[in-house]
């Protein structure tokens, strides 16, 4: 073989190497499909023939490829160690080779199920016949609330002592305990909502409330806000006491039924 054969099958074969070690470092691919002793031998081979600096470079590039296969070859095993990797071929093997007694152990040790039996009992079944013959009819448990419309009349404040709305105390005292209320219950605004003011856990409770702070914006205590738009009505509260000419200059009645309150009260709580 002459001398320029020899030289252009060396090329071939150097580039062969470079383009093959290359192509599994970028594609990712497992590095020990790569034979590193034959690309070696082969490098070997033909490095005693080449004297042409550009052989020589093409052949130190050859080198440098395989030692980069070598790396990867090595940081896999590296990172198969740390992750405990298995090789599945070698579970495979190991669990043809266990007797089926073991294998069903592992197995029971393993078995999480997701589904299980239930049934109902005769015991079950007595606490379930006791709960519904406990319950009310269901015309008992579905009948609202019936309402008596009545018409909208006057009262005084020894009718309201007599049925229990107000207490038998100083009246001025409790406009003025209801005022320092009042007060606290403002926000940064100055003012708070009249429904929220007045609103309490029973109806009883609330008509008592509206009924004093009708005397707080009646005696200059407290002003009233209405906007008609957003159909709100705020109490803003005085610091001191005006006198009746500076007070509130209009009369404007504010129903405090028992619809209203009912839906004041679910309002709250949704």
């Known amino acids: ?28 691919l497992n590095p020990f499909l ?10 070997r081979e033909y490095f005693p023939g080449l004297k042409n600096p550009e052989d020589l470079s093409l052949d130190a590039e050859a080198l440098n490829q395989v030692a980069s296969i070598i790396k990867m ?25 266990l007797p089926t007694r073991d294998l069903a152990e592992v197995f029971l040790k393993t078995w999480h199920p997701t589904v299980e039996l239930e049934q109902i009992t005769i015991g079950s079944l007595k606490t379930a016949m006791k709960y ?37 105390e100083t009246f001025l005292s409790e406009i003025e305990k209801l005022w320092r209320e009042l007060k606290e219950a403002v926000g940064a605004e100055g003012k708070t909502d009249y429904w929220d003011f007045v609103g309490a856990e029973s109806y009883r409770e609330t008509l008592r409330r509206a009924y004093l702070t009708s005397f707080l914006v009646t005696y200059g205590y407290a002003t009233l806000e209405i906007q008609p738009l957003e159909e709100k009505i705020f109490l803003k509260p005085n610091e001191t006491p005006v006198s009746k000419t500076d007070a509130q200059p209009f009369s404007f009645p504010i129903p405090v039924n028992y619809e209203r309150w009912r839906q004041w009260r679910e309002q709250r709580e949704e």
């Open 34 to 43: 790569v034979n590193v002793e034959d690309l070696i031998s082969v490098i």
């Open 132 to 168: 519904w013959e406990s319950l009310a009819p269901l015309s008992e448990r579905w009948r609202e609330e019936e309402l008596i419309k009545v018409k909208a009349g006057m009262t005084t404040r020894e009718e309201l002592i007599k049925q229990g709305i107000l207490r038998d």
């Open 73 to 97: 070859q090595s940081e896999w095993v590296k990172r198969r160690a740390t992750s405990l990797y298995r090789d599945p071929f070698l579970i495979e093997e190991k669990l043809r080779s």
């Open 1 to 28: 073989m002459s001398n320029k054969t020899r030289r252009r099958l060396a090329q071939e074969e150097l580039r062969r190497i470079i383009e093959f070690c290359r192509s599994v470092e970028n594609k990712g």
